[in-house]
């Protein structure tokens, strides 16, 4: 039909993602040190909560544990998700200069950041298996970062070249990921 545009192979190929130079992702070490710093500052904000409310309020100790529990809830979303993914990034990621990325190079949502996160706090598989995986890894991606489709490099990485994003399957002690 004159007028109507055919779509071509390449228009219907999924969107190149970005490859980072092998230095340039974040390893074991670094990201060791990025996750205990982060760590802590959660465990401080819950800590405070805590105080704030067993001597501001005069609350029971139920009241504090109520307290405690929403506000690690809330405080690590709001910095495991939402701040981690920002320009301002974590204590942990500044620290050690660190930013996270989709595989497309952009800033990832805070969809994908809480998924992420509830990957490593509640998923199929704990935290030594997820920094296990990073030394075998090309791309130094964590189990969760693998199906949050992330990166994890310095910050002042930029990409040395694209590549197509292709899906790969995982057969993880008879689960399929």
Same mark, same amino acid.
């Given at each position: 039909?004159?007028?109507?545009?055919v779509?071509?192979?390449a228009? #219907?190929?999924?969107?190149?993602?970005? *490859?980072? !130079?092998?230095?340039d992702?974040?390893?074991?070490?670094?990201?060791?040190?990025? &996750?205990?710093? &982060? !760590?802590?500052?959660?465990?401080?904000?819950? @800590?405070?909560?805590?105080?704030?409310?067993?001597?501001g309020? @005069?609350?029971?100790?139920a009241? /504090?544990?109520?307290? !405690?529990?929403?506000?690690?809830? !809330?405080?690590?979303?709001?910095?495991?998700? /939402?701040?981690?993914?920002?320009?301002?990034?974590?204590? @942990?990621?500044?620290?050690f200069?660190?930013? *996270? /990325?989709?595989?497309?190079?952009?800033r990832?949502?805070?969809?994908r950041?809480?998924c992420?996160?509830?990957?490593?706090?509640?998923?199929p598989?704990?935290?030594l298996?997820?920094?296990?995986?990073? @030394?075998? &890894?090309p791309?130094?991606?964590?189990?969760? &970062?693998?199906?949050?489709?992330?990166?994890?490099?310095?910050?002042?990485?930029?990409?040395?070249?694209?590549?197509?994003?292709?899906?790969?399957?995982?057969?993880?002690?008879s689960? #399929? *990921?």
């Amino acid at each position: 039909m004159p007028g109507k545009a055919v779509a071509t192979a390449a228009e #219907n190929a999924p969107p190149d993602g970005v *490859i980072f !130079a092998r230095p340039d992702y974040a390893g074991l070490i670094r990201r060791l040190c990025v &996750d205990v710093v &982060d !760590a802590l500052v959660v465990m401080g904000v819950v @800590g405070c909560a805590a105080l704030c409310a067993e001597y501001g309020l @005069g609350a029971s100790p139920a009241t /504090v544990a109520v307290v !405690a529990w929403w506000t690690i809830i !809330a405080g690590a979303f709001v910095y495991l998700a /939402v701040l981690k993914q920002s320009r301002w990034r974590t204590l @942990g990621f500044r620290l050690f200069d660190v930013r *996270i /990325v989709t595989l497309r190079g952009e800033r990832p949502s805070v969809f994908r950041m809480a998924c992420r996160l509830l990957l490593w706090t509640l998923g199929p598989f704990n935290q030594l298996v997820d920094w296990f995986w990073l @030394g075998g &890894d090309p791309a130094r991606q964590a189990l969760r &970062d693998k199906v949050a489709g992330t990166l994890v490099v310095r910050n002042g990485a930029a990409p040395v070249a694209h590549g197509r994003i292709r899906v790969a399957f995982y057969d993880l002690f008879s689960l #399929n *990921i």
